[in-house]
């Protein structure tokens, strides 16, 4: 199955489910055979350059544009992360002219709305402000683009049937009801799953207590990526933070690389980030238990570089 099919019953499951909800009776996710979501030898873009906008371009014209992703009149979700009061400079958060670079791209393929949030780690309006993304999304003008906080009552609670950590969780509707994820972490150090990539950036659209999901992280990662599933993750590397992750805070953390990463497989897309801290795939543990899971491809020798 591809991956727009894939979403497709996603979606359709979670509509199923929330009737059941008002059934009276308890949802459960249950999925295909999460195997078929892996493509053979998965298409990866990697570019480098100092302007931003280019680089964004040329990255997604590699994998052949946002078009291939986004169709005309669907409703997008971008999820960046701007879990912390850090300003762009400090690297903790997406870079905010790449989340507004690739709204631009949404709305170009035909998009009828983009929604972009995320349940920060710090308090959210100083973290929307201090990460420049609001002002980046205000800088639009567009009344198809919203910037919105996470409200507790949009959360549904969900089994997850594969889970192997997790038998149950709450989730962002909103995440799970829009017609395409696009997944926008910032790539970084962390003190307890080596990097935040992007099945960590998952982590923003999830309700409850996310410290529990520390005591196995990786497999914890596994289970809510079985259930929200990106359409696109796109790596921010343009600088990354390499020391005292997720939220630094002094500069001599972070180091300039001026890259993008982008795939539709998700493994592919963070077992190539893990190289940027000098690391392989197979020493990031979340990376290694979403390929086992059947999430997408880590043996970079079996994606296809474009």
């Known amino acids: 199955m ?8 996603i979606r359709r499951t979670l509509q199923a489910a929330l009737s059941l909800t008002v059934a009276g009776a308890v949802p459960v996710l249950d999925l295909w055979p999460l195997k ?5 030898m998965p298409a990866l873009a990697v570019r480098t350059g100092a302007d931003i906008p280019r680089l964004v371009a040329e990255t997604l ?5 946002m078009e291939h992703f986004v169709k005309r009149g669907e409703t997008v979700v971008v999820k960046p992360n701007i879990g912390w009061d850090r300003t762009p400079e400090q690297g903790a958060n997406t870079h905010p002219l790449v989340v507004k670079t690739v709204v631009e791209h949404c709305l170009e393929a035909g998009a009828k709305r983009v929604l972009l949030f995320d349940r920060s780690c710090n308090d959210p309006r100083r973290c929307y402000v201090q990460s420049g993304i609001e002002a980046a999304i205000a800088a639009l003008g567009s009344s198809k683009v919203t910037l919105q906080h996470v409200e507790r009552r949009d959360f549904q609670e969900l089994d997850i049937r594969q889970g192997k ?16 994820f696009i997944n926008l972490p910032v790539a970084k150090d962390h003190g307890i799953s ?18 529990q999901l520390h005591r196995n992280i990786a497999e914890s990662l596994a289970d809510i990526n079985t259930v929200v599933h990106s359409d696109l993750t796109l790596i921010d590397a343009t600088r990354i933070l390499v020391d005292n992750g997720p939220q630094g805070g002094r500069l001599s953390d972070v180091s300039r690389r001026d890259t993008l990463i982008a795939s539709a497989d998700i493994v592919a897309a963070d077992s190539f980030a893990t190289t940027l801290f000098g690391l392989r795939p197979e020493q990031v543990p979340s990376v290694v238990a979403g390929a086992r899971r059947g999430l997408g491809i880590m043996d970079l020798n079996k994606v296809k570089r474009v």
């Open 2 to 9: 591809e991956a727009m099919e894939r979403r497709d019953f």
């Open 165 to 180: 950590e997790l038998d149950r969780w709450s989730f962002y509707r909103p995440a799970l009801e829009a017609d395409r």
């Open 194 to 211: 080596v990097l935040t990539l992007g099945m960590k950036n998952i982590m923003g659209v999830i309700g409850g207590n996310r410290g």
């Open 61 to 65: 014209a590699a994998l052949g544009g």
């Open 36 to 40: 078929a979501a892996a493509a053979d």
